[in-house]
């Protein structure tokens, strides 16, 4: 949905993927391009996506699989890094782990993923002042709040 003013009482809404059960833990930004980049859980395939909109409307838009393997992309979150593309925190089911992935363009056709701890879910991403991403997160055995700051170390 996007709204035309600050109380939303006029909107248009849309529906960029409609592929079996999609959109399941997902978390939006506003690419430096000012166009939507969204990232969500498509449950059907068990895989993270990302979804470029080439329009503010994203009545047009680039698919991204980011992770394929099998629930993996939980609780994800988006931030935009200071290069204009997209860093993804979520949760890797087959494993519990916290994983990252830095996107090289708008679309994340081109990405580095790595995992940063293990467990970690509920993620929530930020990208600081200094440019580097931060994220809060829930450890297991206890179920702690976390937090990550990363150095340019996280590639």
Known sequence: MRCSNLYCSSKSSGVP????DVGQHSSIAI???????ISYFDDTNGHL???????????SQTK?????SISNGWWTSIAIGTDGNPVISYHQYSGGNLR???CENAACTVSTRS???????HTSIAIGTDGQ???SYVGFNPADLKVIK???NCR
């Open 17 to 20: 993927d409609s592929a079996d």
């Open 31 to 37: 690419g430096d391009d000012d166009l939507p980049v």
């Open 49 to 59: 996506k990302l979804l470029h909109c080439n329009n503010v409307n994203c009545t």
């Open 64 to 68: 991204t699989t980011l992770d394929s």
């Open 100 to 102: 990252l992935i830095i």
């Open 115 to 121: 995992t940063l701890d293990k467990p970690g879910s």
């Open 133 to 135: 991403p931060m994220i």
């Open 150 to 152: 990363c150095g340019g």
